[in-house]
């Protein structure tokens, strides 16, 4: 049996909700047609269901401790193909020894999704770095970025506090997506998002973006020039939307 | 002389910054009050440059002018070097406009001495005032003490800032004497011994009140020039040590020796600066701090020197072998800390993890154990993993030894008759 749902977390809640009721593990838990077919899976596809998402999830909350669920919360937001199925026996577990749980860290079931959460976790820190602000005509600062993991939510309310006071706009690029913040509401929200037009810049932003480079160039200590561990620091795929490594 | 762009004059107070190596921007927890910015507890890094290290915060010197003649410093009163200013307000201004654009984390203000310390004091006071006062800015701000001056502004300057820093430089009183004559030893440990005291007072008196502003809530740090002098590692260790203890110290910065002046009193300095031997520091640095090592277990009067080959927690434990290999499924965690391939989190992790269960060799590369030192050292279920008892002569080379880099292979080219017979074989598998 493989189960098709629409990529949301409540998605995926009805479906290990749906499995564990049936008693048996699936082959796949996917949100998109399986490229190779097993020859006698069958494809079921899961309507998303609140209700059953949600006890399902007072359950795991319950039972998991903070860390684990933080662990399980982290290992969703990577885009691993194939990571619902280990998250589906990491529950399994976490619901099946309850207390025990937290000190199963070396256990089978728990590694891997241990590694997807500490992948997400590193790439959603590194981005509240790398994430850079431009001043568009109107007022609104627009960051572009290309993640590997979809750390969009994971990293919101980090700028939410920080820039309180700006209408910004965070852009997944590669998945399409973005968070848009209201400074009068103070709430940010998930948008889908493609740019058609090319971004108006005010001319501080202009300003500033030069004053930024000719800074940069300038901090590195030529004695002790190191690009290898600059590219260990900061590999090539994060420099795309950074001024400071524009040509 | 022609007027500088506020671009060119950064620039050239950028160059007069970037040697002071401290870039943290984590310790403090500063909240956003109706404002812009906050503090990221655990800090944050922007950027990273060509040598490799991180951009956190906007470094500069509020002026690259000053009245003192150090002999290892590029602003020095005697260097022909053109001379800027930036006013409190374009400071605030600056380092507004980059955070608004998360280029930085917050700002780094160290200065040269201009008229005398309390008129520099006061000028980095009012600079820092600006950006709390006026521009409602909670995110992370580090400021240099000026030594000898008022301890007024010392303590003014701490209720505005989350970390204050005064650089010792020179780790002893006679090497000051030498390479900075203006500045006494006195001038630099008195503003240090009240910032540590406001510090530990100000915790106290806020367990009572949160009211009570915070004073540099993210502590003090200090930087140590290595190689300019004479010192020995273990004097450079010790005086860390004292440090940490006595001044309530966060952190401590080592900055490998660049000649930027040519100068009689400093040694001449051929190739690269002593890089190994400053990560060697912070390596011991590190185990004092996190591993739990005292100055003395790491070095001693016979060897005053951490050796350049050899991490020096490896080093500890080739000098320790008795209490080696430790059973990991028993073993305390102060214990665990000490292996060679175990971190903190490792340790913490087996900690956790065995607390489930008896952990096997197998696990502990899992939990994130780097088994190729660790594996001299422990034993899983009573299991050792290497062919090699831990008091083997051959362990010091095994540890010591590089990995030799591998053989680059390149893309022959099909027109080079030699090359197209090597293909051939591949091909048919044919030698």
Redesign the interface.
Known sequence: MILRYDGTFAGFLTSVSLARERGLEPEAIADREPEQQGLFATVETVATSRDRADELYRLIRHTLTPGAMQTFRYAFQSCEPGREILLFRYLQLGLATGA?F??????EAV?PVWKLARAVGREA?RY????????LEGDI?Y?AMEPDHCILPLIAP??A??????RWIIHDRRRGEAVAFDPRHQKWAATPLELTATLPCTA?EEF?R???Q???D????A????????R???PLKHRRH???FEQ | MPKLTLAEKLEILADGAKYDVSCASSGSSRRNKGGIGNGAQCGICHSWTADGRCVSLLKILLTNACIYDCAYCVNRRSNDTRRVILTPAEVAELTIGFYRRNAIEGLFLSTGVVKDPDHTMELLIEATRILREEHRFNGYIHVKVVPGADLLLVERLGRLADRVSVNMELPSRESLKLLAPDKSREAIVAPMKRVGELIVQTKEERKVSRKIPPFAPAGQSTQLIIGASGESDLQIVSLAAGLYGRLAMKRVYYSAFIPVNIDSRLPSVIGTPPLVREHRLYQADWLMRYYGFAAGELLDEERPNLDLTLDPKAGWALRNLHIFPLEVNRAPLELLLRVPGIGVRSAQRIAGARRGGHLSLDDLARLGVVMKRARYFVTARGRFAADLAPDAAGLRARLTERTTPRPRWNQPSLFDAAAAIDIQSTITGEL
Do not use: S, T
């Open positions: 025990q937290g000190a199963m860290l070396a256990h590694i820190h509240k770095g790398l994430v850079r602000f431009q001043h600062w960051a980090h700028f506090a920080r820039f309180a006071d700006q501080g500033f030069e004053l930024w000719r800074y940069f300038r901090l590195a200590i004695e002790r020039r190191n690009p290898k561990l600059q260990q620091n900061l950074l001024p400071e």
